[in-house]
């Protein structure tokens, strides 16, 4: 015989009894809110955190005299009662008490057939969740009377003993094993992903059971008041007479009635129209007094209802936003509050495709999720096969060992990108954000044979060219087949929230946007400018990419600015175009950035084709090709290092901007351009490239006799540009941190490369977080932190920025804000995420 312990703290919730959410938990709490507002809530004891701590430890509690406060042979439920009830917790558990005897009596008054259906459901639950036996032993055909038989003989062969007759002892038991549940590993890990604190605690309920079953109108249901995929108002939920719990929403559940008239089939307000009215206006009241749509739980015994519980409606992103905006257009919530029950992360959510969560999933192959958003497409190995494959109007998608330069207008005509290889700064990676199209980088399980046109999963199924796949690339899983898709939402509520957001907001957001179609996007986002225009992707369209070729081969300085000259008016319509389109707004333009041999042909038949349109011997183009081959070319012949060497084509650039400023401020806002060096490490690189660019500021200003301002600025991407960054702001109104290569120079980590072991690092925890995506902010951050100090004491305001990757994620905005930095700049589908965010930071420091 077990000896029971006093246990602190077990009090029945009332209206004015000391029940806490951070003592008793979201439930609980809730609880004695629906008692306030005057609910039938059957009797409900609360068990605190401290409680269920010493239950836990193995602490039995007096169960006896809990069963006591609910009078002889009743029943009870008991569910979890954590902080936060997003922090999950054990499932709940019904008809603690139920035995033979009171099978008996429940058949007497209310039929074998429902008494049996309820010990039924009993000794299942007990058995698998509280005994922890296999639920397979306890599913059986037939009536409730003989499923429960088996039941009960497959308990008693499994434990060797019958099943407990004793209430006090079933409820110990419970009790328990539900303490248990949630100190077990799996749960703690899983709540911490929620955001739980290590030390979260568990508050259990006991609540009298009330039956569902009965002569009277008798059942149970769920009701809400909005749709949880839209957050549109619609009366959702279901009613299904003589069951428990939520059987009624249950999959399969027969005969359960729709709540309001419906012309599918009966509904309550047909059949219990006060009752129905009741439950509507139990619903507004909670949504007016708790702040929340709630989806409430119900019983009729008898024709009497109550209430047994209310939990915040479960929702989506998309209803998420609804449902808070239209709180506060209301004047439930504030804005403000509004604003913070949104998570940055989830508005990407709402900006493309998702893969319906109800559907199907049959898991081909799982990556890095580097581009949100889901796409269903024929699977195509190559850029040209993607290509006729749009131009027969087919969606697909485009499947890579991984992508280069050359692979841009096959990933335009593509639903999505997946490829084996590559980490969230790839190439694949940030032209498919740049685009925001789906795309799942890394998925090292896949063999790819573009040869031969198949793919093999690790399970060793295959998948040949034309087969149908989707990505879900907001969790980096390829699935089979043609999954349903939901529609993005960018609508009245979404806009709202933006524009409350940069009400609050204090550090500006910008879009890195290569070409009009991004900078349109960047705009319909709201970005208040463009930090980042990475010029070269300007030169892979096709009219463009062998007059570059041509400038790559040119023997001499005249040649190649005879191939420049060809460039130069694609190029000041490029700027003219992004200039018009932005309005004013800032347009910050990085020159030329990549190893020249990014643009040459790859393999025999490319090369052929680049002789004949170059009329040179296939020999010459195959020695030149060799020779631009570099190493190591991510520290080889690029960025600025190329603007040295061959000035002529930061000359061209140069001017192609400043014509355009001129161009673009004759017909509209006046534009002052923002030119950015890429790759510097040392100081002179600086004052040689500036000299040249002002040299062309003021030909262009004679040429065409107007004046025009530009601003000068640096990419820090080094870590010695960091360090000397007091010499290099000398010469620059500003400086960009350009934070993949910062974080790829940092940690000699190859951006292409780390995802074939990135996992591996980071579940060792040999780093926190894929420093790709979430700026190191010990030691790239010191790195910042250093430039940003040096910097600015070189030169006060001196403008600094982030046009990295991470300048789209949470929690690097905060290292950004929290450091002075002026704004960050992220791909055009970030940019909602980055204003979400830069509102909650400010919103955090008004609340201290
Ligand atoms: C960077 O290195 O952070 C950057 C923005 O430039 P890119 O990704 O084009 O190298
Ligand atoms: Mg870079």
Redesign the pocket.
């Known amino acids: 015989m077990q000896k029971h312990q006093p246990i602190p703290g077990f009090t029945e919730i009332t209206s004015d009894a000391p029940i806490a959410e951070d003592s008793h938990g979201a439930r609980a709490k809730c609880l004695q809110r629906l008692i306030r507002l005057d609910m039938p809530v059957p009797r409900t004891l609360a068990l605190p955190f401290d409680a269920v701590r010493l239950i836990a430890a193995g602490h039995v509690p007096d169960t006896a005299a809990i069963l006591a406060r609910f009078g002889d042979g009743a029943l009870v439920s008991v569910r979890p009662s954590s902080q936060n009830g997003a922090w999950g917790g054990p499932g709940s558990l019904l008809n603690i008490g139920m035995n033979d005897a009171r099978h008996g009596e429940l058949a007497a008054a209310h039929g074998a057939e429902a008494a049996s259906a309820l010990y039924l459901r009993f000794v299942q639950n007990y058995s698998t969740h509280v005994a922890r036996l296999d639920p397979d032993l306890f599913e059986s055909a037939g009536s409730a009377k003989t499923a429960l038989h088996v039941a009960l003989r497959a308990f008693e062969a499994e434990m060797d003993e019958p099943f407990p007759q004793d209430p006090a002892y079933q409820l110990a038991q419970v009790l328990r094993s539900m303490a248990r549940a949630w100190e077990g590993t799996s749960a703690r890990l899983l709540r911490q992903a929620r955001g739980a604190p290590a030390d979260a605690g568990l508050g259990l309920v006991v609540q009298r059971m009330a039956l569902g079953i009965g002569r009277g109108e008798s059942g149970a249901g769920v009701i809400q008041l909005v749709d949880s995929a839209t957050g549109a108002p619609q009366i959702t939920g279901r009613y299904l007479g003589q069951s428990q719990g939520r059987d009624a929403v249950a999959e399969g559940a027969e005969g359960a009635l729709y709540l309001t008239r419906d012309p599918r089939g009966p509904s309550l307000e047909e059949r219990c129209p006060e009752l129905f009215a009741t439950l509507q206006t139990f619903c507004a009241a909670c949504r007016a007094q708790l702040h929340e749509e709630m989806q409430i739980e119900f019983t009729l015994e008898d024709g009497a209802l109550q209430v047994l519980d209310a939990v915040p409606v479960a929702r989506n992103s998309r209803a998420a936003v609804r449902i808070a905006v239209t709180l506060a257009e209301d004047g439930i919530i504030t804005r403000e509050a509004a604003l913070t029950r949104i998570a940055p992360r989830a508005l990407s959510e709402l900006l493309h495709h998702q893969v319906d969560p109800r559907g199907p999933r049959d898991v081909l192959a799982r990556g890095i999720a580097a581009s949100p958003g889901a796409a269903c497409g024929r699977i195509v190995f190559s850029s040209s096969a993607a290509q006729a494959s749009a131009a027969r109007g087919e969606a697909c998608i485009l499947v890579r060992r991984e992508t280069s330069p050359e692979d841009i207008r096959g990933m335009h005509a593509a639903s999505g990108v997946l490829t084996e290889r590559g980490g969230i700064?790839s190439h694949a990676a940030?032209i498919g954000r740049g685009l925001g199209l789906p795309c799942i980088v890394g998925a090292t399980g896949l063999r790819i044979d573009a040869h031969g046109r198949r793919l093999t999963t690790s399970d060793g199924r295959t998948l040949d060219e034309g087969a149908m796949i989707t990505l879900d690339a907001t969790c980096g899983e390829v699935l089979d087949g043609a999954a349903d898709l939901l529609e993005p939402a960018v609508d009245d509520s979404f806009r709202s929230l933006m524009r409350w957001a940069d009400a609050v907001r204090d550090i500006g957001v910008r879009a890195?946007a290569d070409t009009p179609a991004d900078a349109r996007i960047a705009r319909e986002f709201e970005a208040e400018g463009i930090g980042?225009c990475?010029t070269e992707h300007m030169f892979f369209e096709d009219d463009r990419l062998t007059v570059m070729r041509e400038m790559i081969f040119a023997d001499t300085a005249e040649d190649r600015r005879a191939a420049l000259d060809r460039l130069l008016p694609m190029q000041r319509a490029d700027f003219t175009h992004l200039f018009e389109i932005m309005q004013g707004t800032p347009v910050c333009i990085?020159l030329f950035?990549p190893p020249l041999h990014e643009f040459l042909p790859h393999g025999r038949e490319g090369l052929r084709n680049l002789a004949e349109a170059l009329d040179k011997p296939l020999s010459e183009i195959t020695r030149r090709a060799e020779a631009l081959s570099e190493f190591n070319p991510m520290l080889g012949m690029r960025g600025v290092r190329l603007g040295i060497t061959m000035p002529e084509i930061y000359d061209m650039q140069a001017r192609a901007i400043f014509e355009a400023t001129i161009d673009a401020s004759q017909n509209g806002d006046p534009v002052v351009p923002e030119i950015m060096i890429?790759l510097v490490s040392a100081k002179r690189e600086v004052e040689l490239v500036k000299a040249r660019i002002d040299a062309v500021a003021a030909a262009v200003r004679t040429e065409r006799g107007r004046g025009f301002d530009y601003r000068l600025g640096v990419?820090v991407?080094t870590p010695r540009a960091a360090l000397r960054a007091g010499d290099i702001a000398q010469h620059t109104d500003f400086l960009s941190?350009?934070?993949?290569?910062?974080t790829?120079m940092t940690y000699g980590l190859s951006r292409d490369d780390a995802g074939r072991f990135m996992s591996t690092y980071v579940q060792a925890g040999v780093y926190p977080e894929d420093p790709f995506q979430m700026l190191d902010i010990d030691g790239v951050g010191e790195l910042l932190h250093i430039a940003a100090e040096r910097g600015r004491a070189a030169r006060p305001g001196l403008v600094l920025s982030v046009?990295?990757?991470h300048g789209g994620n949470s929690e690097s905005i905060a290292f950004c804000r929290a450091a002075g930095f002026d704004y960050v700049s992220c791909s055009p589908f970030r940019v909602p995420v980055a204003r979400l965010a830069g509102a909650h930071l400010a919103l955090g420091d008004k609340a201290g």
């Open positions: 700064t940030v890195n980042l990475r990085r950035d890429p990419m991407e941190f350009g934070t993949n290569d910062l790829q046009c990295g990757e």
